[in-house]
């Protein structure tokens, strides 16, 4: 079984970050994060559009390119290495993926095209604020075909045109969409660690919404698959930390010998490198299970959250850290990385759910081994 990107992969890998390089540099970032009004970069979000990377997944019969998921990993983690201020994630991830898996024929024939092209912006609004949501807590409510209710904080949610939303209803809970530039909708924007994906609150009131089909079955298999798609991003992440605090430590001098020949140094710096390898594997492990379709994909996602969290915390921290005082300004790149890694560690839901997650379905795994 071979872990890697094919060569026809690591072309596409290649030239995306060189396309990035060129139109989303750090100081597009920063732009980005000094007027979070915009929620992101418009003029980026057009050049991925043109570029058919939202559509990397989505098969030819719906406006896609269908190159696949091990694909749109490695897309994901050149768009994580340079902390792209777009809704990328939102739209292709979370938004798409629910309709792929759960949405009629009639929806995706609509919509996917527009996702494909870029034209569309889609999100998934879940939250309804702080704490773990169990079904018994939903308060959104789904009836006689009009939602209402408030979920907070939606990722994109100013940003986006549609959105797919958890609510329930006399049937149970389940996933609805909607159309977020329609009647009975209104949207505030929400101060988060990282505005550069914006954030709001969204206020539902006997707005218009159509059901997918799937109920909670549908949204673990829309964060799953989701999770591995973020550790690639998260990957991406604590790579570009690692190199940014290595030549950092290569340049800066202290008592006539550069920082990075000193032991505190070197074992933060190998520390971080561990840890991301650790989360390379599992990500890697989480893209076979994924472009597949295989069993161990619950599992599988889980380890790869597990792992790209915990991996892009430790790098963006240590980045920081190793620059010394300069890391903390504003000034400095470094914060852009720090406030991403935390974004991303709580976008589908806290670290802890997610180790909990891996625990449950290695029980679950071990007791369908012991019962064979």
């Not at 209402?148 to 986006?160: C, M, Q, Y």
């Not at 958890?166 to 159309?179: K, Q, R």
């Not at 006997?206 to 973020?230: C, I, K, M």
């Not at 935390?342 to 290695?362: E, M, Q, S, T």
């Amino acid at each position: 079984m071979n872990f890697d990107y094919t060569d026809d992969q690591k072309a596409l890998k290649d030239e995306a970050r060189r396309f990035l390089s060129a139109v989303s540099p750090l100081s597009v970032v920063r732009a980005a994060l000094e007027n979070p009004h915009a929620g992101y970069d418009h003029a980026l979000w057009q050049r991925i559009g043109e570029q058919g990377w939202c559509g990397a997944a989505i098969p030819e019969e719906f406006g896609g390119i269908g190159m696949g998921y091990v694909e749109l990993c490695a897309l994901a983690e050149e768009l994580g290495r340079a902390v792209a201020p777009v809704p990328f994630a939102s739209t292709v991830y979370l938004f798409a993926e629910a309709l792929l898996l759960g949405g009629s024929g009639t929806q995706k024939a609509e919509l996917l095209p527009q996702v494909a092209r870029g034209a569309l912006i889609g999100t998934l609004a879940v939250s309804e604020g702080p704490g773990v949501l169990v079904p018994e807590r939903i308060a959104t409510r789904f009836a006689n075909g009009v939602l209402t209710g408030t979920k907070l904080p939606v990722t994109d949610g100013l940003a986006a045109d549609r959105a797919v939303v958890l609510a329930t209803s006399d049937d149970g809970p389940g996933l609805y969409l909607v159309d977020l530039t329609g009647a009975g909708v209104e949207r505030r924007l929400v101060s988060t660690i990282d505005p550069t994906r914006g954030a709001a609150e969204i206020v539902f009131r006997e707005a218009p919404a159509e059901p997918l089909t799937g109920g909670l079955d549908l949204l673990a298999q829309v964060q799953d698959r989701a999770a591995v798609l973020l550790a690639f991003e998260q990957l991406g992440g604590a790579d570009r930390c690692l190199e940014m605090a290595r030549d950092y430590a290569l340049e800066r001098y202290a008592f006539g010998r550069p920082i990075g020949s000193y032991q505190a140094i070197k074992h933060k710096l190998a520390d971080v490198f561990v840890r991301n390898e650790v989360a390379r594997a599992n990500a890697y492990y989480g893209a076979w299970a994924l472009s597949t379709d295989a069993p161990e994909l619950p599992l599988a996602a889980a380890a790869a959250r597990v792992a790209g969290s915990a991996a892009y915390l430790l790098a963006a921290r240590e980045n920081i850290q190793t620059h010394g005082g300069i890391g903390f300004t504003w000034e400095a790149d470094c914060h852009f990385f720090y406030r991403r890694a935390r974004h991303l560690g709580l976008i589908l839901g806290a670290p802890r759910d997610w180790k909990r997650r891996v625990a449950d379905r290695l029980e679950h795994k071990l007791a369908l081994e012991s019962a064979a």
